[in-house]
Protein backbone atom coordinates (compact mmCIF):
# COMPACT_ATOMS: atom_id res chain seq x y z
CA UNK A 1 0.00 0.00 0.00
CA UNK A 2 1.29 3.38 -0.97
CA UNK A 3 1.89 5.73 2.08
CA UNK A 4 0.23 9.58 0.59
CA UNK A 5 0.62 12.88 2.04
CA UNK A 6 -1.61 14.28 4.23
CA UNK A 7 -2.65 18.21 3.69
CA UNK A 8 -1.88 20.25 6.38
CA UNK A 9 -4.61 22.98 7.43
CA UNK A 10 -2.86 24.36 9.86
CA UNK A 11 -0.08 25.36 7.59
CA UNK A 12 -2.22 26.99 4.86
CA UNK A 13 -4.01 28.90 7.87
CA UNK A 14 -0.54 30.01 8.89
CA UNK A 15 0.30 31.13 5.89
CA UNK A 16 -2.86 33.30 5.46
CA UNK A 17 -2.41 34.26 8.91
CA UNK A 18 1.21 35.46 8.20
CA UNK A 19 -0.08 37.14 4.73
CA UNK A 20 -3.19 39.22 6.65
CA UNK A 21 -1.22 40.21 9.28
CA UNK A 22 1.42 41.66 6.45
CA UNK A 23 -1.58 43.22 5.42
CA UNK A 24 -2.50 44.86 8.08
CA UNK A 25 -6.26 43.39 7.87
CA UNK A 26 -8.32 42.20 10.74
CA UNK A 27 -10.00 38.95 9.82
CA UNK A 28 -13.23 40.20 9.23
CA UNK A 29 -12.20 42.55 6.64
CA UNK A 30 -9.63 39.61 4.97
CA UNK A 31 -13.11 38.00 4.50
CA UNK A 32 -14.69 40.83 2.79
CA UNK A 33 -11.17 40.76 0.98
CA UNK A 34 -11.51 37.09 -0.29
CA UNK A 35 -15.54 37.20 -0.74
CA UNK A 36 -14.53 40.06 -3.38
CA UNK A 37 -11.85 38.28 -5.22
CA UNK A 38 -15.25 37.78 -7.12
CA UNK A 39 -17.00 41.18 -6.96
CA UNK A 40 -18.77 40.88 -10.54
CA UNK A 41 -19.76 37.09 -9.96
CA UNK A 42 -20.99 38.07 -6.43
CA UNK A 43 -23.20 40.83 -7.94
CA UNK A 44 -24.72 38.49 -10.61
CA UNK A 45 -25.22 35.91 -7.67
CA UNK A 46 -27.04 37.95 -4.57
CA UNK A 47 -28.08 34.62 -3.11
CA UNK A 48 -24.34 33.46 -2.51
CA UNK A 49 -23.25 33.58 1.25
CA UNK A 50 -19.85 35.35 1.69
CA UNK A 51 -16.87 34.30 3.59
CA UNK A 52 -17.31 35.14 7.58
CA UNK A 53 -14.14 35.85 9.69
CA UNK A 54 -14.74 33.97 12.41
CA UNK A 55 -15.48 30.68 10.08
CA UNK A 56 -11.62 32.00 9.20
CA UNK A 57 -10.59 32.23 12.63
CA UNK A 58 -11.38 28.89 13.69
CA UNK A 59 -10.45 27.48 10.77
CA UNK A 60 -6.54 26.62 12.41
CA UNK A 61 -8.58 24.62 16.01
CA UNK A 62 -10.55 23.12 13.33
CA UNK A 63 -7.47 21.64 11.37
CA UNK A 64 -9.75 20.75 8.22
CA UNK A 65 -11.27 22.52 5.48
CA UNK A 66 -13.88 21.69 2.39
CA UNK A 67 -12.03 21.63 -1.16
CA UNK A 68 -14.42 24.29 -2.31
CA UNK A 69 -13.62 26.76 1.04
CA UNK A 70 -9.69 26.17 0.61
CA UNK A 71 -9.67 27.69 -3.12
CA UNK A 72 -10.97 31.01 -1.88
CA UNK A 73 -7.73 30.86 0.26
CA UNK A 74 -5.03 29.33 -2.27
CA UNK A 75 -6.32 31.96 -4.67
CA UNK A 76 -5.91 35.11 -2.16
CA UNK A 77 -2.47 33.39 -1.33
CA UNK A 78 -1.02 32.83 -4.79
CA UNK A 79 -0.47 29.35 -3.73
CA UNK A 80 -1.12 25.80 -4.85
CA UNK A 81 -2.32 23.37 -2.49
CA UNK A 82 0.44 20.74 -2.88
CA UNK A 83 2.39 23.45 -1.34
CA UNK A 84 0.38 22.06 1.99
CA UNK A 85 1.09 18.42 1.70
CA UNK A 86 3.40 16.69 4.61
CA UNK A 87 4.59 13.31 4.18
CA UNK A 88 5.85 11.73 1.00
CA UNK A 89 4.62 13.76 -1.91
CA UNK A 90 3.99 12.49 -5.01
CA UNK A 91 6.04 14.86 -8.07
CA UNK A 92 3.14 16.19 -10.02
CA UNK A 93 5.09 18.40 -12.62
CA UNK A 94 2.93 21.86 -12.80
CA UNK A 95 0.94 22.48 -9.63
CA UNK A 96 -0.25 26.12 -10.44
CA UNK A 97 -3.78 26.97 -10.18
CA UNK A 98 -5.65 28.60 -13.10
CA UNK A 99 -5.75 32.20 -12.94
CA UNK A 100 -9.40 33.50 -12.68
CA UNK A 101 -10.95 37.49 -12.55
CA UNK A 102 -13.43 39.05 -10.43
CA UNK A 103 -16.08 37.59 -12.64
CA UNK A 104 -15.61 34.06 -11.60
CA UNK A 105 -14.26 31.86 -8.28
CA UNK A 106 -11.98 28.39 -8.69
CA UNK A 107 -14.31 25.41 -7.91
CA UNK A 108 -13.48 21.06 -7.47
CA UNK A 109 -14.82 19.51 -10.29
CA UNK A 110 -15.67 16.69 -8.05
CA UNK A 111 -17.49 14.59 -10.84
CA UNK A 112 -14.47 14.92 -13.38
CA UNK A 113 -12.39 13.92 -10.14
CA UNK A 114 -14.44 11.61 -9.28
CA UNK A 115 -14.45 9.60 -13.07
CA UNK A 116 -10.68 9.76 -13.07
CA UNK A 117 -10.52 7.85 -9.53
CA UNK A 118 -12.93 5.26 -11.04
CA UNK A 119 -10.81 4.66 -14.45
CA UNK A 120 -7.81 4.18 -12.68
CA UNK A 121 -9.60 2.05 -9.80
CA UNK A 122 -10.69 -0.08 -12.72
CA UNK A 123 -7.61 -0.19 -14.59
CA UNK A 124 -5.67 -1.29 -11.15
CA UNK A 125 -8.21 -3.84 -10.89
CA UNK A 126 -9.29 -2.53 -7.36
CA UNK A 127 -12.80 -2.52 -6.12
CA UNK A 128 -14.08 1.01 -4.00
CA UNK A 129 -13.60 -0.80 -0.83
CA UNK A 130 -9.70 -1.99 -1.82
CA UNK A 131 -9.38 1.80 -2.84
CA UNK A 132 -10.86 3.17 0.02
CA UNK A 133 -8.18 1.61 1.88
CA UNK A 134 -5.24 2.30 0.12
CA UNK A 135 -6.84 6.37 0.70
CA UNK A 136 -7.58 5.51 4.61
CA UNK A 137 -11.38 6.69 3.64
CA UNK A 138 -14.55 4.69 3.26
CA UNK A 139 -15.73 3.46 -0.48
CA UNK A 140 -19.02 5.82 0.21
CA UNK A 141 -16.61 8.80 0.27
CA UNK A 142 -15.01 8.01 -3.01
CA UNK A 143 -18.40 7.12 -4.88
CA UNK A 144 -20.14 9.99 -3.23
CA UNK A 145 -17.66 12.26 -4.99
CA UNK A 146 -19.38 11.51 -8.43
CA UNK A 147 -22.26 13.75 -7.18
CA UNK A 148 -20.44 15.70 -4.18
CA UNK A 149 -20.78 19.63 -4.10
CA UNK A 150 -18.00 19.39 -1.73
CA UNK A 151 -15.47 17.34 -0.13
CA UNK A 152 -12.56 17.57 2.32
CA UNK A 153 -9.31 18.85 1.47
CA UNK A 154 -7.29 16.34 2.64
CA UNK A 155 -9.38 13.53 1.12
CA UNK A 156 -9.26 15.30 -2.42
CA UNK A 157 -5.28 15.99 -2.22
CA UNK A 158 -4.59 11.76 -1.39
CA UNK A 159 -6.94 11.25 -4.03
CA UNK A 160 -4.65 13.29 -6.65
CA UNK A 161 -1.75 12.20 -5.19
CA UNK A 162 -2.61 8.78 -5.64
CA UNK A 163 -3.94 9.86 -9.17
CA UNK A 164 -0.32 11.39 -9.93
CA UNK A 165 -1.83 14.72 -11.43
CA UNK A 166 -1.92 18.43 -10.43
CA UNK A 167 -4.88 19.36 -8.06
CA UNK A 168 -5.42 21.70 -11.06
CA UNK A 169 -5.99 19.02 -13.02
CA UNK A 170 -9.64 19.08 -11.66
CA UNK A 171 -9.93 23.19 -10.68
CA UNK A 172 -11.43 25.40 -12.90
CA UNK A 173 -12.97 29.04 -13.18
CA UNK A 174 -16.39 28.81 -12.35
CA UNK A 175 -19.17 31.63 -14.03
CA UNK A 176 -22.14 30.13 -12.94
Known amino acids: MQTLPVFDCVALFDALDAERQEHGLEWYPLATELWEQSSELNAERPDDHPMCGGALQRLRARGATSCQYA ?93 GRPAATFIHPADW
Open 71 to 163: LFLLRWLGRAPEEFLTGPVVDVGEVALPTVGPDSRLRWDLAALHAALDAERTDRGLTWAALGLELDCTPSRLTNLRTARMADMDLVMRTTQWL
